[in-house]
């Protein structure tokens, strides 16, 4: 958890409220999204991966069953065994855990992309609108730039 958020605040940027309103923005968006989840039951795959998989009724060793939704996946597993730890076959529980790991990915994905914008290669050509330099008169003057010279700007340095 502690990484999520240092990935999404660094310590070393300021942490601003633009910043903490659209992670709490994204988070809300997720739990909306999930939110007619948490009363349905087990469907698909659920059955193979959760009801009839005995691998998770044990959290040592941590093994992946050899069919199933699971297969192959011991990650996944183990996440299920930990939920049947938890709750045993309770439904909800399982959804509020599906809900976390979305909700920490987003966020995770949420603090890469702004640390990426921020960087002064590729962040500081992208956030400045593609725009190029024209000498006029002896002056530096921002001009917007056609589509067609967008796409080319990205990939040429500036002079």
Known sequence: MRLLLRSVFPSSSPKSPRTLVAALVLAAITL??????????????????????ASIRRLWPIESPSLGGTRGRPVVNLSLALNYRMSGLDVGVYHWTNLGIHVGAGLLLFGVIRRTFRLPTLGGTLLRGCRRRHRIRGGDVMVGSSAADRGRDLCRPED
């Open 32 to 53: 909306a999204v999930f939110s007619n989840t948490f009363r349905a039951p087990f469907v698909l795959d659920d059955t193979s991966s959760i009801k009839n998989n």
